[in-house]
């Protein structure tokens, strides 16, 4: 009996461990935080490395969909719908993210990240900056049912 509890304790603990992140498939509203006006629709999806990415599935802002005219590379001039703006971005702990990156269409720009879902999954507050956190911006994302 005691093997059999090891065993199923072993297997939940495996399964815990490899259960999605709490952004995996979640979907979120981009709302500016210069205008305060939604942007776009993004999904994040979780890489085998268990990073997370986020991809623009619609652009809310009619005349701006259709190129990321001040990105650099492989960005430059392509569709906003389908770009991942967000790339690498880890889990450090609960609802707490690092690590990753945030390409700002607008400007062209690529920030470090910072990201936690607050309100009961409702919001994810990002801190895009450069260099330290205190050099940066914040947005609030609204959560899409």
Known sequence: MKKLACALGLWAAAV?????????????????????????IVKFTELKNGTLNANIHSVLTPGEENACKKCQGPYHNKSLKG??????????GGQSYEGG?????????????????????????????????????????????
């Open 16 to 40: 815990l461990s490899h259960a999605a992140d709490p952004l995996n498939g979640t979907v979120w509203k981009t709302i500016d935080d210069k205008t305060k006006q939604a942007k776009a």
């Open 83 to 92: 770009l991942t703006i967000v790339h690498r971005l880890k889990n450090v």
């Open 101 to 145: 990156t945030i390409l700002d269409p607008q400007s062209g720009k690529t920030y470090k990240l910072k990201a936690e879902i607050v309100d009961g999954g409702k919001k994810l507050n990002l801190r895009g900056y450069l260099g330290i956190s205190v050099l940066g911006r914040n947005q609030t994302w609204i959560r899409v049912n």
